[in-house]
């Protein structure tokens, strides 16, 4: 049998501690599992047949679709086009070519056509993928990007860009505001370009899910603030267990 005579301070000053440790190990439980639907319904978006972009556009939401692949025609306005610095492909440095799209419709979506190497940034070094007419594509949805803490900011003037700010970028481009369409942008699947160049299938997706080992830590947290607890109450003889408290020695 345990019997406990805890003393004020200490428990005045652990149990909120405790209590706090074992909500936040909850809590990370719980975004486990949301990271897990959202994984799920990536992995899904990735293994499904491309759709229409107007099956895409009336369906809801854009973003639910989101890893998902787009098929989408129209015409590229090339002298329009964004560069994405500091991009590397293996240990070589370049941008990504973010080139307007003006579809059959006559929207404008942002459409990242792939990397390509610093010396043949400029578009006449590449001119043989520079696509001209009327284009059938496959892109996969991406997200509007929000400029990460200390990222450098987009110089729009110099054509230098960090973040797909798809709302600017589309205004820029003569595209009307627009709730939907400034929600998403697409990626180039890894069809070759004539000349190579840009080389598409770039998306990569880094979404971790490392929410168990933080609820881990929270819990262990509090396990060793509920030892000590008990320790100090075991060494000033507060903690007696089947009859027994620790003896002090003179």
Same mark, same amino acid.
């Given at each position: 049998m345990i019997r406990l005579r805890p003393l004020l /301070?200490?428990?005045? !000053?652990?149990?909120? !501690?405790l209590v706090l440790c074992l909500a936040l190990s909850v809590w990370q439980m719980e975004r486990r599992e949301w990271k897990r639907d959202i994984l799920d319904r990536i992995a899904a978006n990735q293994s499904a =047949? +491309? !759709? =229409?972009?107007? =099956?895409?556009?009336?369906? &809801?939401? +854009?973003?639910?679709?989101?890893?998902?692949?787009? =098929?989408?025609?129209?015409?590229f306005l090339h002298d329009k086009e964004f560069h994405l610095a500091a991009r590397s492909r293996g240990n070589e440095v370049g941008i990504q070519v973010v $080139?307007?799209?003006?579809?059959? $419709?006559?929207? !404008?979506?942002?459409?990242?056509?792939? /990397?390509? +190497?610093?010396e043949k940034k400029e578009p006449a070094r590449r001119a043989e993928g520079q696509l001209a007419g009327p284009v059938k594509l496959v892109g996969v949805v991406r997200r509007t990007q929000v400029q990460r803490q200390f990222a450098p900011d987009n110089v729009p003037d110099k054509n230098v860009w960090f973040t797909v700010d798809v709302p600017l970028m589309r205004k820029l481009a003569g595209g009307r505001p627009d709730p939907v369409l400034d929600t998403f942008f697409l990626e180039a699947d890894a069809s070759p370009n004539p000349g190579g160049l840009p080389i598409g299938g770039q998306t990569q997706l880094d979404i971790p899910n490392d929410h168990l080992q933080y609820a881990l830590t929270w819990f262990l947290l509090a396990l060793a603030l509920g030892g000590v607890y008990l320790s100090y109450h075991w060494?000033? &003889?507060?903690? $007696?267990?089947?009859?027994?408290?620790k003896v002090k020695t003179p």
């Open positions: /301070w200490p428990t005045l !000053i652990s149990l909120p !501690i =047949a +491309p !759709i =229409a972009l107007d =099956a895409l556009l009336g369906g &809801g939401d +854009p973003l639910r679709r989101e890893y998902g692949k787009v =098929a989408v025609s129209g015409t $080139t307007p799209l003006r579809t059959d $419709t006559g929207q !404008i979506v942002l459409f990242d056509r792939g /990397w390509v +190497p610093s060494e000033n &003889g507060r903690l $007696t267990v089947n009859g027994k408290t």
